[in-house]
């Protein structure tokens, strides 16, 4: 008797981890969007149809693929939220086209994508902001009412997910905002809108750890990459930055007084024509917080303004000219083999809070060359503790 439950007992749990291991075993499985009405004229309005596809494709419990094919979508701002039942890969082949119609794109997001788990969005498409139609009504410079603008794609808590090979052209806003992720691969990717365009930074970090972006091609108008409070790990490495304002920290001590930065590093690196090179900068006055374990190498200059930058008196808004410190600590940063030719005369221009000096800053192997007018490169410092070894062009900092 006790022998027959044993055995019944076992042909139940066979039967039970046979369901387990089908389940697992659900094939691959595509979700086109013109299965659910869109189409690739340019003109029809496909927002409808692309969330019809992705509840579809977000309920099925295997491999999800939802698949654009080739063509030209016109899609309006969108949202795609999980958590959903199996992993997805959402394959651009063809070319999305945001709105023309200021009626419809005051809003802060083209296509986000929100509270996903492995998630990877590839294909080799573009992503067409359409942003000429939307630069003229950014006044955000002038007015602090100003009018949100969409960022073309949004990231918002999604974890464990990778962006590769996809192209995005002339955004409204930034071109990718990442807050609240982990564990994320950006690779081969191409952000670009003009120079004179406003606010169109590149990739856009904030309260995000363990992000890795590399061989990316990024020129536009801000930052080719901006990293706030909260961004923690970051390894990018493989960028061609420019025309734009470089590769920023900052600004920080704004808000958000706890969430430190830490652990970033650029590496292997190109700036073309680009405003800044790398940079950290905080607000003045701040709040208190930390950026720490800072590392930039092997990086080269073309033709950059400013390519090496801590700026800890950053205070672009009217009615903030009050000569007062910052309580961001700096530490613990590197500027390793760093060279090619500045478009002004500093080139290395390091001003740290008189409150909080910048603490283990290392210039190692620095060789920035001038050819303006005034003689050769220079380099300004205030308030750094650290050291410098190997070739100092310009000299004389710390
Ligand atoms: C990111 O890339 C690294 C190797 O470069 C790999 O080990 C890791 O699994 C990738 N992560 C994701 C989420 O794709
Ligand atoms: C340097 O960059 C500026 C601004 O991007 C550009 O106007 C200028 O033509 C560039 N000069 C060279 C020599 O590339």
Not at 22 to 37: I, K, S
Not at 66 to 71: C, E, H, L, S, V
Not at 148 to 154: A, D, I, K
Not at 294 to 305: A, D, G, I, P
Request: hydrophobic share 35%.
């Amino acid at each position: 008797m006790a022998k027959k439950s044993g055995f019944r007992t076992l042909v139940l749990l066979l039967f039970s981890l046979s369901i387990v291991y089908v389940n697992c075993a659900l094939p691959p499985r595509t979700f086109d969007v013109r299965m659910y009405g869109a189409v690739a004229d340019g003109k029809t309005d496909n927002t409808k149809a692309f969330l019809r596809t992705w509840e579809d494709a977000c309920e099925y419990g295997g491999r999800s693929r939802f698949w654009i094919p080739r063509g030209t979508f016109l899609l309006g701002s969108i949202s795609f939220e999980g958590s959903c039942k199996g992993s997805m890969a959402f394959l651009i082949k063809g070319t999305l086209k945001a709105t023309t119609d200021p009626q419809q794109f005051f809003t802060d997001t083209w296509i986000g994508f929100r509270y996903l788990d492995k998630l990877t969005v590839k294909g080799g498409g573009y992503l067409d902001g359409q942003g000429a139609a939307a630069w003229p009504y950014n006044d955000c410079s002038r007015n602090s009412n100003c009018r949100t603008l969409p960022t073309t794609l949004r990231f918002d808590f999604v974890t464990n997910s990778a962006v590769n090979n996809i192209k995005s052209v002339n955004s409204k806003n930034s071109h990718i905002n990442i807050f609240a992720c982990h564990n994320m691969n950006i690779s081969n990717i191409r952000l670009t809108a003009p120079a004179n365009s406003p606010n169109t930074d590149g990739i856009h970090i904030g309260t995000s750890n363990k992000m890795k972006i590399s061989r990316a091609v990024i020129g536009t108008g801000d930052d080719c990459i901006a990293m706030v409070s909260g961004s923690r790990d970051i390894d990018i490495d493989n960028v061609a930055c420019g025309p734009g304002h470089g590769i920023s920290i900052g600004s920080l001590g704004r808000s958000h007084a706890s969430e430190f930065v830490s652990g970033i590093s650029v590496t292997n690196s190109i700036f073309i024509g680009s405003d800044n090179g790398v940079r950290i900068k905080t607000m003045a006055p701040s709040l208190h917080s930390k950026a720490s374990g800072l590392t930039f190498q092997n990086l080269f200059m073309r033709n950059v303004s400013n390519p090496i930058v801590i700026d800890q008196q950053y205070c672009p808004y009217q009615g903030c000219r009050i000569q007062s410190s910052s309580a961001v600590q700096i530490q613990d940063v590197t500027f390793r083999n760093i060279m090619g030719i500045s478009r002004t005369q500093i080139a290395v221009n390091l001003q740290c809070s008189g409150a909080l000096p910048c603490k283990n800053v290392k210039l190692i192997n620095i060789d920035l060359g001038y050819h303006g007018r005034g003689g050769k490169a220079k380099s300004l410092c205030s308030n750094v503790i650290g050291y410098s070894y190997g070739k100092q062009i310009p000299g004389g900092c710390i």
